[in-house]
């Protein structure tokens, strides 16, 4: 009975062997083709997704640079307005003194005796003793020749 035992247990692993070894020849070899149809597509697709994620990620830092520039370009175009809107500032304030100034000058001129219309003309004589029918066809006359108020001056 000690010998039909150990028959038994030799038995049994040769036996699960070839139970193993049978179950693989089992298998249909069309799903044994599937099978390595399906692992060679996943395969490719995988790369495929590879190749795809590569190209994003160049993109993105391609995205990231074009940001840095245009953020460095806005700041430069924000401190050239300041600049701007600073001189611009500047400028009518010149404007304004230089107004006042002219209105200033131009009252004192007419406190002298001068009329005003002489004040206004008085830079363009070349003396104080130029005749007043000088001083006439000089006041409200352009280098041209024309009369300053007239309307065809404007076209």
């Given amino acids: 009975m000690v010998g039909g035992l ?9 036996l699960a062997l070839l139970a193993l070894g049978s179950g693989c ?19 490719t697709e995988n790369a495929r997704l590879r190749d795809q994620n590569l190209a994003l990620q160049t993109q993105n830092r391609d995205y990231a640079d074009r940001a840095v520039d245009d953020a460095r370009r806005i700041a430069d175009q924000e401190e050239a307005i300041h600049q701007l809107r600073e001189t611009t500032l500047a400028y009518q304030n010149d404007i ?5 100034a002219f209105k200033q000058l131009t009252a004192n001129l007419g406190d002298l005796g001068m009329p005003t219309s002489e004040a206004r003309a008085w830079p363009r004589s070349n003396s104080r ?5 000088d001083k006439k066809t000089s006041i409200g006359r ?7 108020d007239d309307p065809g001056r404007l076209r």
């Fill in 142 to 148: 352009l280098p041209n020749g024309s009369a300053a």
């Fill in 6 to 14: 150990q028959s038994a247990r030799c038995r049994l692993p040769i």
């Fill in 129 to 133: 003793s130029a005749s007043a029918a």
């Fill in 96 to 100: 304004s003194r230089l107004e006042a």
């Fill in 25 to 43: 020849t089992m298998v249909p070899r069309s799903e044994v083709a599937q099978c390595q149809q399906a692992k060679q597509v996943l395969h």
